[in-house]
């Protein structure tokens, strides 16, 4: 499976001068993030225990079975959940979004599931919707940083995936194809792909596929066929298929489940 998220507790804690607990050590993956105000944190990683400070537009991710110290430095509202994840990507430890207006857009309508006392099923399905969103936005500006540093690291890398994402989406992958353009071999192609990005050259085009398929699904009334077309799937049958396969439940009962 190329990623599985499964939220297991949510909180929005409004304007706080002190944390509850100064530090804690949790067995699932832990996301901390400052709506407004800021704090200060130590992720125990061996010898690292340098403090770091986050703000509004940093999500700071913890990993399961490690101890996260915190202090508030100002004023703060946050927003804090556990989480389950397994994938091909490795969550870093803060990332810095970019979209702003969409993360201050995704934190009200999170807060506002929980200050809803009504539904609370349905709340529940939306924060899970919207923390998964997150992270596949935290991890697609990840992927954006590690593009842009990739031009010192391997440039050749950085086209292919450059020509994975803009065409993948509407034409087939072709390995030999994309290793020809760029005058190398197929198996270099995906060896050196494999280094840098952390995924076959499949694996990614997949990747960006699903990451389409799931916004339109979301925000769009397109039918399975039409979003299969849009997303480079050869028809609605074989999309729902690697759909199911990666994300552990079929594209009709995702859209009933999370859309918002």
Not at 41 to 64: R, S
Not at 90 to 106: A, C, F, H, N, Y
Not at 117 to 142: C, K, P, T
Not at 222 to 232: V, Y
């Amino acid at each position: 499976m190329m990623q599985n998220i499964q939220l297991s507790r949510y909180y929005y804690a409004k304007q706080r001068e002190q944390f509850s607990l100064s530090e804690d050590t949790y067995q699932g993956w832990v996301m901390l993030a400052a709506q407004d105000g800021s704090f200060s944190y130590t992720i125990n990683k061996g010898d690292d225990t340098k403090e770091h400070m986050a703000q509004f537009g940093e999500l700071i991710f913890c990993p399961p079975n490690h101890t996260l110290k915190r202090s508030v430095l100002q004023t703060l509202s946050f927003h804090f959940c556990e989480f389950t994840y397994r994938g091909d990507w490795t969550l870093p430890e803060v990332v810095r979004m970019k979209d702003i207006s969409r993360l201050r857009s995704t934190f009200q309508y999170l807060q506002e599931s929980q200050e809803t006392e009504d539904l609370n099923q349905q709340n529940s399905e939306v924060a899970q919707h919207l923390i998964e969103d997150l992270i596949i936005q935290a991890q697609l500006e990840q992927f954006k940083a590690q593009h842009s540093k990739a031009g010192t690291i391997d440039p050749l890398m950085s086209k292919a995936a450059a020509y994975i994402e803009t065409r993948t989406c509407e034409h087939e992958l072709s390995l030999q194809e994309l290793a020809t353009s760029l005058g190398i071999s197929a198996s270099q192609l995906t060896r050196r792909f494999q280094a840098t990005y952390g995924l076959s050259p499949v694996r990614f085009a997949t990747k960006v596929r699903l990451t389409r398929a799931r916004l339109l699904l979301v925000e769009t009334p397109e039918s399975l066929d039409r979003i299969a077309e849009q997303c480079g799937f050869q028809n609605a049958f074989y999309f729902s298929r690697v759909f199911s396969q990666h994300m552990g439940i079929s594209p009709s009962v995702y859209r009933k489940n999370y859309r918002v």
